[in-house]
Protein backbone atom coordinates (compact mmCIF):
# COMPACT_ATOMS: atom_id res chain seq x y z
CA UNK A 1 0.00 0.00 0.00
CA UNK A 2 1.01 3.73 -0.99
CA UNK A 3 0.80 6.23 1.62
CA UNK A 4 0.26 10.15 0.05
CA UNK A 5 1.03 12.73 2.51
CA UNK A 6 0.54 15.86 0.86
CA UNK A 7 -1.61 18.78 3.05
CA UNK A 8 -4.97 19.07 2.15
CA UNK A 9 -4.29 22.76 2.28
CA UNK A 10 -4.54 22.74 -1.88
CA UNK A 11 -7.70 21.33 -1.70
CA UNK A 12 -9.97 23.11 1.20
CA UNK A 13 -11.36 26.06 -1.63
CA UNK A 14 -12.99 22.93 -3.26
CA UNK A 15 -14.16 21.52 0.38
CA UNK A 16 -15.06 25.38 1.15
CA UNK A 17 -17.37 25.10 -1.95
CA UNK A 18 -19.24 21.86 -1.63
CA UNK A 19 -19.71 22.80 2.36
CA UNK A 20 -21.70 25.74 1.13
CA UNK A 21 -23.71 24.15 -0.89
CA UNK A 22 -24.79 21.26 1.60
CA UNK A 23 -24.22 22.67 5.12
CA UNK A 24 -27.52 24.43 5.11
CA UNK A 25 -29.24 21.23 4.59
CA UNK A 26 -27.05 19.42 6.72
CA UNK A 27 -26.82 22.07 9.50
CA UNK A 28 -30.06 22.01 11.70
CA UNK A 29 -29.03 17.77 12.22
CA UNK A 30 -25.55 18.21 12.93
CA UNK A 31 -26.15 20.95 15.53
CA UNK A 32 -26.41 20.35 19.16
CA UNK A 33 -25.28 16.51 18.66
CA UNK A 34 -22.89 15.47 21.43
CA UNK A 35 -19.62 13.52 21.25
CA UNK A 36 -20.05 9.63 22.00
CA UNK A 37 -18.48 8.45 25.03
CA UNK A 38 -15.56 6.03 25.04
CA UNK A 39 -16.94 2.61 23.73
CA UNK A 40 -20.45 4.07 22.05
CA UNK A 41 -21.38 4.40 18.39
CA UNK A 42 -20.05 7.46 17.06
CA UNK A 43 -23.43 9.68 16.20
CA UNK A 44 -24.16 10.78 13.05
CA UNK A 45 -23.41 13.63 10.89
CA UNK A 46 -20.58 14.68 13.45
CA UNK A 47 -17.70 15.81 11.49
CA UNK A 48 -18.60 17.11 7.92
CA UNK A 49 -15.17 18.49 7.36
CA UNK A 50 -14.07 14.85 7.56
CA UNK A 51 -16.91 13.84 4.98
CA UNK A 52 -16.07 16.03 2.90
CA UNK A 53 -12.41 15.36 2.51
CA UNK A 54 -12.93 11.95 2.02
CA UNK A 55 -15.79 12.43 -0.98
CA UNK A 56 -12.98 14.83 -2.35
CA UNK A 57 -10.64 12.41 -2.33
CA UNK A 58 -12.42 9.25 -3.60
CA UNK A 59 -14.18 11.52 -6.04
CA UNK A 60 -10.85 12.35 -7.48
CA UNK A 61 -8.62 9.08 -6.67
CA UNK A 62 -11.00 6.43 -6.74
CA UNK A 63 -10.18 3.98 -9.01
CA UNK A 64 -13.17 3.98 -11.08
CA UNK A 65 -15.61 7.30 -11.43
CA UNK A 66 -17.71 7.85 -8.74
CA UNK A 67 -20.24 10.76 -8.45
CA UNK A 68 -20.26 13.44 -6.06
CA UNK A 69 -24.02 13.07 -5.84
CA UNK A 70 -23.55 9.13 -4.98
CA UNK A 71 -21.39 10.21 -2.25
CA UNK A 72 -23.70 12.96 -0.75
CA UNK A 73 -26.48 10.30 -0.98
CA UNK A 74 -24.50 7.65 0.84
CA UNK A 75 -23.38 10.15 3.42
CA UNK A 76 -26.74 12.10 4.31
CA UNK A 77 -28.21 8.40 4.28
CA UNK A 78 -25.89 6.28 6.88
CA UNK A 79 -24.34 9.97 8.43
CA UNK A 80 -21.05 8.70 8.91
CA UNK A 81 -17.94 8.19 6.77
CA UNK A 82 -17.65 4.68 6.90
CA UNK A 83 -20.97 4.59 5.59
CA UNK A 84 -20.87 6.69 2.60
CA UNK A 85 -17.63 4.44 1.70
CA UNK A 86 -19.86 1.38 1.68
CA UNK A 87 -21.63 2.45 -0.85
CA UNK A 88 -18.71 1.71 -3.51
CA UNK A 89 -18.56 -1.71 -2.76
CA UNK A 90 -14.96 -1.79 -2.23
CA UNK A 91 -13.77 -3.99 1.02
CA UNK A 92 -10.33 -2.40 0.34
CA UNK A 93 -11.47 1.58 0.77
CA UNK A 94 -11.54 2.34 4.39
CA UNK A 95 -12.04 4.72 7.16
CA UNK A 96 -9.31 4.64 9.48
CA UNK A 97 -9.86 6.61 13.00
CA UNK A 98 -6.85 8.81 14.42
CA UNK A 99 -5.82 6.08 16.84
CA UNK A 100 -5.76 3.58 14.08
CA UNK A 101 -4.19 5.57 11.52
CA UNK A 102 -1.38 7.00 13.49
CA UNK A 103 -0.88 3.15 15.04
CA UNK A 104 -0.77 2.28 11.20
CA UNK A 105 2.06 4.30 10.35
CA UNK A 106 4.12 3.81 13.81
CA UNK A 107 3.82 -0.17 12.81
CA UNK A 108 5.41 0.54 9.12
CA UNK A 109 8.92 0.53 10.34
CA UNK A 110 11.20 -2.04 12.26
CA UNK A 111 11.79 -5.96 12.44
CA UNK A 112 8.86 -7.67 13.54
CA UNK A 113 7.85 -11.27 14.11
CA UNK A 114 4.26 -12.62 12.64
CA UNK A 115 2.24 -15.35 12.34
CA UNK A 116 2.53 -17.06 9.03
CA UNK A 117 -0.65 -16.33 7.02
CA UNK A 118 -1.46 -14.83 4.31
CA UNK A 119 -4.60 -12.54 4.41
CA UNK A 120 -7.25 -10.77 2.20
CA UNK A 121 -10.73 -9.45 2.48
CA UNK A 122 -13.72 -11.91 1.55
CA UNK A 123 -17.57 -11.47 2.35
CA UNK A 124 -16.35 -8.15 4.02
CA UNK A 125 -14.16 -9.92 6.87
CA UNK A 126 -10.32 -10.70 7.42
CA UNK A 127 -9.66 -13.78 5.61
CA UNK A 128 -7.44 -16.48 5.65
CA UNK A 129 -6.56 -17.28 2.52
CA UNK A 130 -3.57 -19.27 3.89
CA UNK A 131 -1.16 -20.63 6.38
CA UNK A 132 2.28 -20.94 5.49
CA UNK A 133 3.97 -24.21 6.64
CA UNK A 134 5.89 -24.80 9.30
CA UNK A 135 5.13 -21.46 10.92
CA UNK A 136 3.06 -20.36 14.33
CA UNK A 137 -0.32 -20.02 12.27
CA UNK A 138 0.17 -23.33 10.80
CA UNK A 139 0.88 -24.92 14.24
CA UNK A 140 -2.05 -23.57 15.66
CA UNK A 141 -4.41 -24.83 13.38
CA UNK A 142 -5.77 -21.78 11.18
CA UNK A 143 -7.36 -23.12 8.13
CA UNK A 144 -8.27 -21.70 4.28
CA UNK A 145 -11.30 -19.37 4.99
CA UNK A 146 -11.09 -18.82 8.26
CA UNK A 147 -12.50 -15.53 9.04
CA UNK A 148 -10.63 -13.13 11.83
CA UNK A 149 -13.28 -11.18 13.67
CA UNK A 150 -11.19 -10.17 16.42
CA UNK A 151 -7.68 -9.30 17.44
CA UNK A 152 -6.63 -9.01 20.71
CA UNK A 153 -9.88 -8.02 21.64
CA UNK A 154 -10.66 -5.61 18.67
CA UNK A 155 -12.95 -6.20 16.46
CA UNK A 156 -11.42 -6.16 13.04
CA UNK A 157 -15.65 -5.26 11.30
CA UNK A 158 -14.64 -2.61 9.02
CA UNK A 159 -11.32 -2.58 9.42
CA UNK A 160 -8.40 -1.74 6.94
CA UNK A 161 -6.45 -4.90 5.95
CA UNK A 162 -2.93 -3.50 6.04
CA UNK A 163 -3.85 -2.45 9.49
CA UNK A 164 -4.81 -5.98 10.68
CA UNK A 165 -1.66 -7.35 9.38
CA UNK A 166 -0.15 -4.44 11.34
CA UNK A 167 -1.60 -5.65 15.10
CA UNK A 168 -0.83 -9.46 13.99
CA UNK A 169 2.69 -8.23 13.64
CA UNK A 170 4.40 -7.90 17.13
CA UNK A 171 8.12 -8.79 18.78
CA UNK A 172 9.34 -12.54 17.96
CA UNK A 173 8.18 -14.43 21.47
CA UNK A 174 5.30 -11.95 21.73
CA UNK A 175 1.76 -12.96 21.81
CA UNK A 176 -1.47 -12.23 20.13
CA UNK A 177 -4.86 -14.02 20.26
CA UNK A 178 -6.93 -13.98 17.31
CA UNK A 179 -10.67 -14.52 17.75
CA UNK A 180 -11.79 -17.00 14.24
CA UNK A 181 -15.07 -17.79 13.09
CA UNK A 182 -14.84 -21.02 10.72
CA UNK A 183 -17.37 -22.22 8.07
CA UNK A 184 -16.79 -26.46 8.96
CA UNK A 185 -17.02 -27.63 11.35
CA UNK A 186 -19.14 -24.10 12.36
CA UNK A 187 -17.61 -22.98 15.17
CA UNK A 188 -15.99 -19.32 16.86
CA UNK A 189 -12.78 -20.02 19.19
CA UNK A 190 -9.67 -17.92 20.23
CA UNK A 191 -6.68 -19.07 19.23
CA UNK A 192 -3.02 -17.04 21.02
CA UNK A 193 0.07 -17.62 18.51
CA UNK A 194 3.26 -17.00 20.10
CA UNK A 195 4.72 -14.66 17.04
CA UNK A 196 8.23 -15.65 15.15
CA UNK A 197 10.12 -15.00 12.85
CA UNK A 198 8.71 -15.85 8.95
CA UNK A 199 11.40 -18.11 7.03
CA UNK A 200 9.53 -20.87 4.97
CA UNK A 201 10.63 -22.41 2.00
CA UNK A 202 8.55 -20.88 -1.02
CA UNK A 203 8.17 -24.52 -3.22
CA UNK A 204 8.67 -27.45 -3.23
CA UNK A 205 8.94 -29.82 -6.27
CA UNK A 206 9.18 -33.92 -7.41
CA UNK A 207 8.57 -35.48 -10.42
CA UNK A 208 5.39 -37.38 -10.68
CA UNK A 209 5.70 -39.76 -12.79
CA UNK A 210 8.98 -39.78 -14.79
CA UNK A 211 7.76 -42.46 -17.16
CA UNK A 212 5.62 -39.84 -18.61
CA UNK A 213 7.64 -36.45 -17.90
CA UNK A 214 5.37 -35.40 -15.30
CA UNK A 215 7.09 -32.86 -12.80
CA UNK A 216 5.31 -30.68 -9.98
CA UNK A 217 6.29 -27.43 -8.43
CA UNK A 218 4.08 -25.97 -5.89
CA UNK A 219 4.71 -22.50 -5.13
CA UNK A 220 3.19 -21.14 -1.63
CA UNK A 221 4.07 -17.59 -1.55
CA UNK A 222 5.50 -14.93 -3.73
CA UNK A 223 8.76 -13.92 -1.26
CA UNK A 224 11.94 -12.38 -2.27
CA UNK A 225 13.82 -15.62 -3.34
CA UNK A 226 10.76 -16.84 -5.51
CA UNK A 227 11.82 -16.34 -8.74
CA UNK A 228 15.41 -17.84 -7.53
CA UNK A 229 13.88 -20.71 -6.36
CA UNK A 230 11.55 -21.45 -9.28
CA UNK A 231 14.25 -21.55 -11.29
CA UNK A 232 16.34 -23.92 -9.25
CA UNK A 233 13.37 -26.10 -9.30
CA UNK A 234 13.19 -26.58 -13.13
CA UNK A 235 16.22 -26.49 -13.79
CA UNK A 236 16.41 -29.90 -11.40
CA UNK A 237 13.34 -31.13 -12.81
CA UNK A 238 14.54 -30.57 -16.13
CA UNK A 239 17.37 -32.52 -15.38
CA UNK A 240 15.73 -35.45 -14.04
CA UNK A 241 13.66 -35.95 -17.78
CA UNK A 242 11.16 -33.66 -16.82
CA UNK A 243 9.10 -33.11 -20.49
CA UNK A 244 5.69 -31.57 -18.58
CA UNK A 245 5.32 -29.69 -15.67
CA UNK A 246 2.14 -28.96 -13.13
CA UNK A 247 2.63 -25.69 -11.27
CA UNK A 248 0.37 -25.67 -8.29
CA UNK A 249 -0.76 -21.80 -7.44
CA UNK A 250 -3.75 -23.31 -5.24
CA UNK A 251 -3.69 -21.09 -1.56
CA UNK A 252 -1.05 -18.90 -2.71
CA UNK A 253 -2.10 -15.84 -1.20
CA UNK A 254 0.50 -13.75 -3.04
CA UNK A 255 3.81 -11.60 -2.07
CA UNK A 256 5.85 -9.29 -3.97
CA UNK A 257 4.33 -8.25 -7.32
CA UNK A 258 8.30 -8.04 -8.90
CA UNK A 259 8.00 -11.55 -7.97
CA UNK A 260 5.49 -12.50 -10.14
CA UNK A 261 7.13 -10.80 -12.73
CA UNK A 262 10.29 -12.46 -12.11
CA UNK A 263 8.73 -15.62 -12.42
CA UNK A 264 6.66 -15.04 -15.07
CA UNK A 265 9.50 -14.14 -17.29
CA UNK A 266 10.62 -17.79 -16.68
CA UNK A 267 8.03 -19.26 -18.44
CA UNK A 268 6.50 -16.79 -21.03
CA UNK A 269 7.77 -15.11 -23.83
CA UNK A 270 9.48 -11.55 -23.97
CA UNK A 271 6.51 -9.03 -23.89
CA UNK A 272 4.32 -7.63 -21.14
CA UNK A 273 3.58 -9.40 -17.92
CA UNK A 274 0.77 -7.19 -16.55
CA UNK A 275 -0.19 -3.68 -15.98
CA UNK A 276 -1.40 -0.99 -13.34
CA UNK A 277 -3.93 1.39 -14.25
CA UNK A 278 -5.40 4.22 -12.61
CA UNK A 279 -8.82 5.84 -13.17
CA UNK A 280 -7.31 7.92 -15.96
CA UNK A 281 -6.92 4.53 -17.82
CA UNK A 282 -3.49 5.31 -18.17
CA UNK A 283 -1.40 1.93 -18.18
CA UNK A 284 1.96 1.42 -16.51
CA UNK A 285 3.46 -1.90 -18.01
CA UNK A 286 5.68 -4.41 -16.35
CA UNK A 287 7.55 -6.56 -18.92
CA UNK A 288 9.40 -9.35 -18.92
CA UNK A 289 13.21 -10.09 -17.07
CA UNK A 290 15.19 -12.31 -18.47
CA UNK A 291 15.70 -14.83 -20.46
CA UNK A 292 12.80 -17.48 -20.34
CA UNK A 293 14.13 -20.91 -19.39
CA UNK A 294 11.57 -23.53 -20.73
CA UNK A 295 9.00 -24.17 -22.92
CA UNK A 296 7.52 -27.13 -22.23
CA UNK A 297 4.01 -27.81 -21.75
CA UNK A 298 2.27 -25.92 -18.38
CA UNK A 299 -0.57 -26.67 -16.36
CA UNK A 300 -1.42 -24.60 -13.36
CA UNK A 301 -4.05 -24.87 -10.81
CA UNK A 302 -5.69 -22.84 -9.18
CA UNK A 303 -7.96 -22.11 -6.98
CA UNK A 304 -10.51 -19.41 -4.81
CA UNK A 305 -7.27 -18.80 -2.53
CA UNK A 306 -5.26 -18.06 -5.64
CA UNK A 307 -4.24 -14.32 -5.16
CA UNK A 308 -2.88 -11.21 -6.39
CA UNK A 309 1.42 -12.03 -7.34
CA UNK A 310 -0.28 -15.89 -7.88
CA UNK A 311 -3.45 -14.10 -10.29
CA UNK A 312 -0.72 -12.02 -12.14
CA UNK A 313 1.54 -15.26 -13.14
CA UNK A 314 -1.61 -17.35 -13.93
CA UNK A 315 -3.18 -14.44 -15.94
CA UNK A 316 0.40 -13.70 -17.68
CA UNK A 317 0.92 -17.73 -18.75
CA UNK A 318 -3.16 -17.81 -19.50
CA UNK A 319 -3.13 -14.64 -22.05
CA UNK A 320 -0.15 -15.91 -23.52
CA UNK A 321 -1.40 -19.74 -23.97
CA UNK A 322 1.46 -21.16 -22.71
CA UNK A 323 -0.32 -22.88 -19.83
CA UNK A 324 -3.71 -24.17 -19.20
CA UNK A 325 -5.31 -23.13 -15.99
CA UNK A 326 -7.18 -25.41 -14.46
CA UNK A 327 -9.52 -25.36 -11.04
CA UNK A 328 -11.67 -22.79 -9.85
CA UNK A 329 -12.25 -19.37 -10.32
CA UNK A 330 -9.55 -17.55 -8.22
CA UNK A 331 -9.27 -14.76 -5.46
CA UNK A 332 -9.58 -11.82 -7.27
CA UNK A 333 -7.02 -9.53 -5.53
CA UNK A 334 -5.37 -7.33 -7.53
CA UNK A 335 -6.57 -3.88 -6.09
CA UNK A 336 -4.28 -1.50 -4.92
CA UNK A 337 -4.05 1.05 -2.46
CA UNK A 338 -3.28 4.76 -1.23
CA UNK A 339 -3.06 5.82 2.25
CA UNK A 340 -4.51 9.57 2.45
CA UNK A 341 -3.78 11.52 6.15
CA UNK A 342 -6.74 13.74 6.98
CA UNK A 343 -6.86 17.44 8.71
CA UNK A 344 -8.64 15.67 12.34
CA UNK A 345 -5.35 13.03 12.32
CA UNK A 346 -7.55 10.08 10.73
CA UNK A 347 -6.93 8.33 7.19
CA UNK A 348 -7.94 7.23 4.73
CA UNK A 349 -7.12 3.91 2.63
CA UNK A 350 -8.39 4.42 -0.96
CA UNK A 351 -8.11 1.70 -3.94
CA UNK A 352 -6.41 4.15 -6.18
CA UNK A 353 -5.30 1.06 -9.00
CA UNK A 354 -5.77 -2.27 -10.39
CA UNK A 355 -3.73 -4.91 -11.54
CA UNK A 356 -4.37 -5.91 -15.28
CA UNK A 357 -3.56 -8.82 -16.79
CA UNK A 358 -0.93 -9.34 -19.32
CA UNK A 359 -3.76 -9.25 -21.98
CA UNK A 360 -5.72 -6.24 -20.11
CA UNK A 361 -7.60 -8.40 -17.96
CA UNK A 362 -9.17 -7.02 -14.64
CA UNK A 363 -8.40 -8.96 -11.84
CA UNK A 364 -11.10 -7.73 -8.85
CA UNK A 365 -13.77 -9.67 -6.44
CA UNK A 366 -16.00 -9.41 -9.43
CA UNK A 367 -13.57 -10.23 -12.04
CA UNK A 368 -11.25 -13.38 -10.55
CA UNK A 369 -9.32 -15.22 -13.09
CA UNK A 370 -11.52 -17.89 -14.66
CA UNK A 371 -9.81 -21.84 -15.39
CA UNK A 372 -9.69 -22.98 -18.91
CA UNK A 373 -10.87 -25.96 -17.14
CA UNK A 374 -13.29 -26.04 -14.52
CA UNK A 375 -13.41 -28.63 -11.60
CA UNK A 376 -13.99 -27.93 -8.23
CA UNK A 377 -12.17 -29.39 -4.88
CA UNK A 378 -13.58 -31.55 -3.04
CA UNK A 379 -15.65 -29.45 0.06
CA UNK A 380 -13.74 -30.05 3.66
CA UNK A 381 -16.94 -32.75 4.99
CA UNK A 382 -16.52 -34.83 2.13
CA UNK A 383 -12.32 -34.95 1.97
CA UNK A 384 -13.32 -35.69 5.81
CA UNK A 385 -15.47 -38.95 5.01
CA UNK A 386 -13.12 -39.51 2.14
CA UNK A 387 -9.82 -39.78 3.98
CA UNK A 388 -11.90 -41.86 6.61
CA UNK A 389 -12.90 -44.39 3.44
CA UNK A 390 -9.57 -44.66 2.47
CA UNK A 391 -8.14 -45.44 5.62
CA UNK A 392 -10.73 -47.52 6.33
CA UNK A 393 -11.27 -46.22 9.47
CA UNK A 394 -13.85 -44.56 11.20
CA UNK A 395 -14.10 -40.39 11.07
CA UNK A 396 -10.72 -39.04 12.37
CA UNK A 397 -11.76 -35.81 13.22
CA UNK A 398 -11.89 -32.18 11.24
CA UNK A 399 -9.65 -31.41 8.33
CA UNK A 400 -6.53 -29.17 8.74
CA UNK A 401 -4.42 -27.10 6.99
CA UNK A 402 -2.15 -29.84 6.55
CA UNK A 403 -4.68 -32.08 5.04
CA UNK A 404 -5.86 -29.42 2.68
CA UNK A 405 -1.75 -28.28 1.77
CA UNK A 406 -0.44 -31.89 1.67
CA UNK A 407 -3.87 -33.55 0.37
CA UNK A 408 -3.70 -37.15 -0.66
CA UNK A 409 -3.46 -36.75 -4.82
CA UNK A 410 -5.70 -39.65 -4.53
CA UNK A 411 -8.40 -37.02 -2.83
CA UNK A 412 -7.24 -33.97 -4.91
CA UNK A 413 -9.86 -33.98 -8.51
CA UNK A 414 -7.86 -31.08 -9.65
CA UNK A 415 -4.44 -32.31 -9.48
CA UNK A 416 -6.32 -35.51 -11.17
CA UNK A 417 -7.39 -33.21 -14.15
CA UNK A 418 -4.22 -31.78 -14.11
CA UNK A 419 -2.29 -35.09 -14.48
CA UNK A 420 -4.53 -35.83 -17.14
CA UNK A 421 -4.38 -32.71 -18.96
CA UNK A 422 -0.41 -32.14 -18.97
CA UNK A 423 0.08 -36.09 -19.90
CA UNK A 424 -1.73 -35.17 -23.16
CA UNK A 425 0.01 -32.12 -24.08
CA UNK A 426 3.44 -33.92 -23.58
CA UNK A 427 1.87 -36.27 -26.19
CA UNK A 428 0.68 -33.89 -28.61
CA UNK A 429 3.94 -32.56 -28.40
CA UNK A 430 5.94 -35.15 -28.54
CA UNK A 431 3.47 -36.48 -32.02
CA UNK A 432 4.30 -32.58 -33.33
CA UNK A 433 8.32 -33.22 -32.92
CA UNK A 434 8.03 -36.80 -34.30
CA UNK A 435 5.89 -34.93 -37.68
CA UNK A 436 8.50 -32.45 -37.99
Do not use: C
Not at 252 to 261: E, F, K, M, R
Not at 271 to 295: C, E, F, S, W, Y
Not at 365 to 386: M, R, S
Not at 413 to 421: G, S
Amino acid sequence: MNERTGSAKRWLPVLALVLIAVGAFLAPTVLGVPGASEGEAQPKFRDIRTALETMYLVKTEFYKPVSMAQLLGAYMSTGTVSGMLESLEDPYTRYMAPKDFEALKSDSAGVFGGLGILVGIRDDKITVISPIENTPAMRAGLMPGDHIVMIDGVSTEGMVLDRAVSMMKGEPGTEVTLTVERRYPASTFDVTIVRDIIDAPSTRSYMWDKETGVGYIELRTFSQKAGADIETEVTKLLGQGMRGLILDLRYNGGGLVTQAVEVSSKFIPAGPVMHVQGRDGAKKTLNTQGARITDIPIVVLVNEYTASASEIVSGAMQDTKVATIVGVPTFGKGLVQTLYPLSDGSGLAVTTQIYLTAGGRAITPDTPLQPDIEVKALEPEELEKAMASKANVGPQGAVTAEDLLRIDPDLDPQFRKAVEVITEKIEQATRARTAA
